[in-house]
């Protein structure tokens, strides 16, 4: 079993666990699901193997990608439980040391053209996309290091997920930001779009550390390594997404700020874990 494979096991078996244990907290068919999964997941793992040809290479390839936001949706049962208590106002106390009361207050007031809030939101929307975007573009060229990849997002998945539930949070649009959130231009699909993400979400106190910042700055790390091309496409929508996360209210900048050396801590636990990386050798050389 591939490293980024035992780590989502590791993390789906945990939860699983801590579900079971707690009947009278967490419904039936939400262990139920967990367990299942999980062993369903397993089973795949071992099953495939590796070597693989034809579906059975994008399937043992791609096999990581439902699992990662199937975990997200079930940490909203299970953070309340291990941690009932909620940081907003040590968080926001925080931004406002980090960048004064002056330039916190007019970050939340900062006009946005209704074209750039859309921007912005369909740039944050593409989340999840981006890690599926990587692993397809490896998978195609049959990248050796692809695993390698893989486990460095899905560790600094893993890390962001489990920063929830030390450090529970609801993000600035729904405290001290909550007016700004609501009155942001509604565009033509930027309003249906995060309505749909806000529907979507079930796990609300995902502010720290910024989770679609970490996981930008893993996938942007693979890509340049391994794909220059996919890193020059991914770049601009990476960096606009990041800049959406605080401009869109989704997180307090303190967020975005941890999450650079826990991405690090993320990337070097993986090296560790299933090697690093290596940067993609020139034409005529073996990487």
């Known amino acids: 079993m591939r ?3 035992a780590v989502l096991l590791l993390a789906l078996t945990a939860l699983a666990a801590f579900a079971v244990a707690n009947p009278a907290s967490v419904p039936l068919a939400t262990r139920s699901s967990l367990v299942t999964v999980a062993l369903l997941f397993a089973v795949a793992a071992l099953a495939l193997g590796e070597g693989q040809e034809g579906w059975r290479y994008w399937l043992k390839e791609l096999l990581p990608v439902p699992v ?4 997200f949706l079930n940490l909203g049962r299970l953070i309340p439980l291990i941690n009932p208590n909620t940081y907003d106002a040590e968080l926001e106390a925080l931004d406002r040391r980090l960048l004064g009361p002056e330039t916190q207050a007019a970050l939340y007031n900062i006009p946005l053209p209704t074209w750039f809030a859309e921007v912005l939101t369909l740039a944050y929307s593409t989340f999840f996309f981006l890690a599926i975007a990587l692993v397809v573009t490896l998978a195609a060229r049959r990248d050796p290091f692809l695993p390698r990849a893989t486990a460095a997002v899905v560790v600094t998945f893993i890390v962001s997920y489990a920063g929830y539930f030390v450090v529970p949070a609801y993000g600035p649009r729904t405290t001290v930001a909550q007016e700004r959130y609501t009155t942001l231009p509604p565009g033509l699909v930027g309003e249906k779009v995060r309505d749909l993400l806000d529907h979507w979400e079930k796990t609300k106190t995902d502010a720290f550390p ?3 910042t970490m996981v930008t700055l893993a996938v942007l790390f693979c890509a340049r390594r391994r794909n220059r091309k996919l890193y020059d496409t991914l770049l601009p929508i990476g960096a606009l997404l990041i800049l959406a996360t605080v401009l869109l209210t989704y997180h307090y900048v303190v967020d975005v700020v941890a999450a650079i050396p826990l991405t690090a801590a993320s990337l070097g636990l993986a090296a560790l874990l ?4 290596p940067k993609l050798a020139p034409a005529g050389q073996k990487s």
């Open 68 to 71: 990662v936001p199937y975990l």
């Open 274 to 277: 299933a090697g690093p990386v």
């Open 3 to 5: 490293v980024g494979e």
């Open 210 to 212: 910024s989770g679609h």
